[in-house]
């Protein structure tokens, strides 16, 4: 098992490039929050407003070279897919969300054949599944109760793509506070 590890800035701090860390303490990918567009800004006071709901923000993982790897975006009115992963050659794939629980939710994806599911369980702990294999999980740092972070574990690999892809995913999918 290999652990990675993202540590939130601190109060006040920017929310942009956000490094991985690897056990090595060394940087494998960066996370950071995608700005919002001039319409996006529009439509998020109007959903403030009038739903007293934000937009979900976008969120993507890039190499330590700048290199765009993954990012999720919600798709707010596309009937049956909730979220999109964008590849890094650009290439979009829909996101199914699907209610497993009263309130939990399970978000499956195909990519490059693969059966991928994405979803929380009762310990707040996330697992990513390749068809139906557990081959990773996310959860939430805490420090005297509060959030400081969150830790990827891969079970069966130490591919820094699947740590981008979890960290993407678990961000935009499943954060609490979604900073």
């Known amino acids: 098992m290999t652990t990675f590890t993202l540590t939130y800035p601190k109060a006040f701090e ?3 490039n956000i490094p991985i860390v690897n056990e090595q303490n060394e940087t494998v990918c960066v996370l950071q929050k995608v700005e919002r567009s001039s319409v996006g800004k529009v439509l998020n006071a ?6 007293q709901q934000s937009l979900p923000h976008r969120y993507e993982t890039r190499s330590t070279l700048g290199a765009p790897l993954f990012q999720v975006q919600s798709t707010l009115l596309t009937k ?4 999109q992963l964008i590849m ?3 290439y979009i794939l829909p996101i199914q969300r699907k209610t497993v629980q009263l309130l939990e939710s399970s978000y499956s994806f ?4 693969l059966a991928f599911r994405f979803e929380k369980d009762f310990t707040s702990t996330a697992y ?3 068809n139906d294999e557990k081959i990773a999980s996310a959860s939430n740092i805490e420090t005297e109760l509060v959030l400081t972070g969150i830790s990827f574990k891969l079970f069966n690999s130490d591919d820094t793509l699947f740590v981008a892809l979890l960290a993407t995913l678990y961000q935009a ?7």
């Open 173 to 179: 999918l499943f954060s609490m506070s979604n900073k």
């Open 110 to 113: 195909t990519m490059d054949g």
């Open 128 to 130: 990513l599944y390749c």
């Open 46 to 51: 109007v959903m403030l407003v009038a739903a």
């Open 88 to 90: 890094p050659d650009g």
């Open 80 to 83: 049956g897919v909730s979220h």
């Open 14 to 16: 920017s929310f942009s």
